[in-house]
């Protein structure tokens, strides 16, 4: 168990379902906090476990569609995954991969139909590699 916190940056792009409005792509930011927990096996150098993570995030953007103001708003997002790697002394390289899921907040205001809010939960994956280390042996 434990605590993980960060910043994200990247770009978004959203498109009605009945496709009259795309917002093209725009720049999303922010902090996230949260925390994490697993279980890990090891036998012999191998390692493998599950581990998930559950964030509370401030990343967003905005951008203006045709004199429209929109913004999308990521909540909170969450993982869970599988882990494989190999010991190598205090050195722990490993892969990882599972679902993510994460809740978005749109916002659209128009003249015609005033402030416009959705909200909805994502999916997707997550997969990485990571380096664990230790500063000394138990």
Request: no cysteine; aromatic share 14%.
């Given at each position: 168990?434990?605590?993980?916190?960060?910043?994200?940056?990247?770009i978004s792009?959203?498109?009605?379902?009945?496709?009259s409005?795309?917002?093209?792509?725009f720049?999303?930011?922010?902090?996230?906090?949260?925390?994490?927990?697993?279980?890990?096996?090891?036998?012999g150098?191998?390692?493998?476990?599950?581990e998930?993570d559950?964030?509370?995030t401030?990343?967003?953007?905005?951008?203006?569609?045709?004199?429209?103001p929109?913004?999308?708003?990521?909540q909170?997002?969450?993982?869970?995954?599988?882990?494989?790697?190999?010991?190598?002394?205090?050195?722990?390289?490993?892969?990882?991969?599972?679902?993510?899921?994460?809740g978005?907040?749109?916002?659209?205001?128009t003249?015609?139909?005033?402030?416009?809010?959705?909200?909805?939960?994502?999916?997707?994956?997550?997969?990485?590699?990571?380096?664990?280390?230790?500063?000394?042996?138990?």
């Amino acid at each position: 168990m434990g605590a993980n916190g960060g910043g994200s940056l990247g770009i978004s792009e959203h498109q009605f379902t009945d496709l009259s409005v795309d917002t093209g792509t725009f720049r999303v930011d922010g902090g996230l906090f949260g925390a994490t927990f697993g279980l890990n096996y090891q036998a012999g150098n191998w390692v493998w476990g599950v581990e998930g993570d559950v964030d509370w995030t401030s990343i967003r953007g905005s951008q203006n569609v045709g004199g429209v103001p929109f913004s999308a708003d990521l909540q909170w997002l969450s993982t869970y995954r599988a882990r494989l790697g190999y010991a190598f002394d205090r050195f722990f390289p490993y892969v990882t991969v599972g679902p993510a899921f994460g809740g978005l907040t749109t916002h659209a205001s128009t003249p015609a139909t005033g402030l416009v809010t959705g909200h909805e939960t994502r999916s997707g994956w997550a997969v990485g590699t990571g380096l664990d280390t230790a500063s000394a042996k138990i």
